[in-house]
């Protein structure tokens, strides 16, 4: 048997119509590697999309190249994440579903006040998959304490977990301070615990437990996952007489590139200098470059440093696309700004947490859902080629649908 992990694309996530473009092709391109690797199914564990209801032309290309999957009689399994899922029950992923396209394994029945899960069976491999949906600032943590494992752990056969939520066990240390769920909440005996929502690789193998997994983004989902990875990942899994193996898939679209300068003590001039001297003999065509400065500038202001012929001169030597991130970057004029370091996601979800409820308009669940699924329409920009008068219809149309969810 051999199957496909992937999670976290976030596809429409990117403002910026050249990096959704590539996000976009990250999908394409590991769903051509999959079939290449003749996997039996794959799995998907939550975000696909970055909200419940994704523009057409994203849409369009997903749904062609799941058409593929299913003419190839490759099954792709899902479970929503906490950015395709809609409290309302409104997501394009059960469209796609009833469609015939894909499979949401997050199935079962509340029964005494527990909630009993029931076992998707791949046909071609007998492979049991049940899992469960995530939600916006562990909000799911109800779906676990309440959740009935008995019946999940005494089932037999070859079974997998789905699941898209923060694990204490798997957090990198950067996001220690996040809430998280620990492992003991989970249903024990399981072959493969196939997770999402934390951008990190990670895999580890507790007792009782088997394999539990982060494969990562399947593409990076902003500057600071672009400069950290440069790429995105996915995993194989292959079970062969017993004996289960787990491979990282790199998904390089483009390569990237990035450069962090400490600008203590530099003037603008000099500063600009050294990020053009940096680039001189490398070759960056069709790259993505990250220009990540920080420090306290000498003699000059941050908006001295002439990014126009830094842009300019890369790329007339050919960069793909060039992303600058200059928030640890003040001069000697201001007083310095210290901020936590942080996926700029939780930063959000903490400040709109903090502020909820002010006004009961919507209960909590909804009222979060709804600012953090308007931020994303409001986060969009004008495509090339449309007129401000389509752009301005556009994204009325996409706020009225949101309103009316």
């Not at 909200?51 to 032309?57: E, F, Y």
């Not at 450069?259 to 001297?277: A, H, M, N, Q, R």
């Amino acid at each position: 048997m051999k199957y496909a992990h992937l999670a976290d694309l976030h596809l429409g996530a990117w403002r910026e119509e050249k990096m959704r473009i590539l996000s976009t092709h990250a999908f394409l391109n590991a769903v051509d590697q999959c079939i290449k690797q003749h996997v039996d199914f794959i799995l998907f564990a939550g975000d696909l999309f970055n909200t419940s209801l994704p523009d057409l032309n994203t849409l369009k290309t997903v749904t062609k190249k799941l058409k593929e999957l299913q003419d190839k009689k490759i099954p792709i399994y899902i479970i929503a994440g906490s950015h395709d899922f809609s409290p309302s029950g409104k997501t394009m992923l059960d469209v796609l579903e009833h469609a015939g396209l894909l499979v949401n394994v997050c199935k079962g029945k509340v029964q005494d006040n527990e909630l009993h899960l029931s076992f998707t069976t791949d046909t071609n491999t007998g492979a049991k998959i049940t899992g469960v949906l995530g939600r916006r600032g562990l909000l799911d943590k109800t779906y676990y304490t309440t959740l009935h494992r008995e019946s999940l752990e005494q089932e037999q056969g070859y079974k997998i977990f789905m699941f898209h939520t923060a694990v204490t066990e798997l957090m990198p240390k950067e996001l220690g301070m996040v809430e998280s769920l620990p492992l003991s909440f989970f249903p024990k005996r399981f072959n493969y615990y196939a997770g999402g929502h934390i951008h990190n690789t990670k895999r580890i193998n507790p007792p009782e437990y088997g394999t539990v997994t982060y494969p990562g983004a399947l593409f990076p989902h902003n500057f600071q996952e672009m400069e950290k990875f440069g790429h995105g990942n996915y995993y194989i899994v292959t079970v062969e007489d017993g004996v289960q193996t787990v491979e990282d898939v790199p998904v390089i679209v483009k390569p990237c590139t990035s450069l962090e300068l400490d600008c203590t003590g530099k003037s603008p001039d000099v500063i600009t200098f050294e990020i053009l001297d940096n680039f001189q003999e490398k070759d960056i065509i069709d790259t993505v470059i990250t220009i990540k400065l920080k420090g306290t500038i000498r003699n000059g202001k941050v908006s001295d440093i002439n990014f126009t012929e830094i842009f300019k001169q890369l790329y007339e030597k050919g960069a793909y696309f060039i992303m600058r991130n200059m928030t640890r970057l003040n001069s000697e004029e201001f007083e310095e700004i210290k901020i936590v370091q942080s996926n700029p996601e939780f930063v959000e979800n903490d400040i709109i947490n903090e502020h909820l409820q002010q006004m009961k308009t919507f209960d909590k669940e909804t009222e979060l859902h709804t600012i953090q699924s308007l931020m994303t329409v409001l986060n969009t920009t004008k495509k090339e080629g449309e007129t401000i008068t389509d752009f301005h219809t556009r994204t009325e149309t996409e706020i009225d649908r949101l309103l009316q969810m």
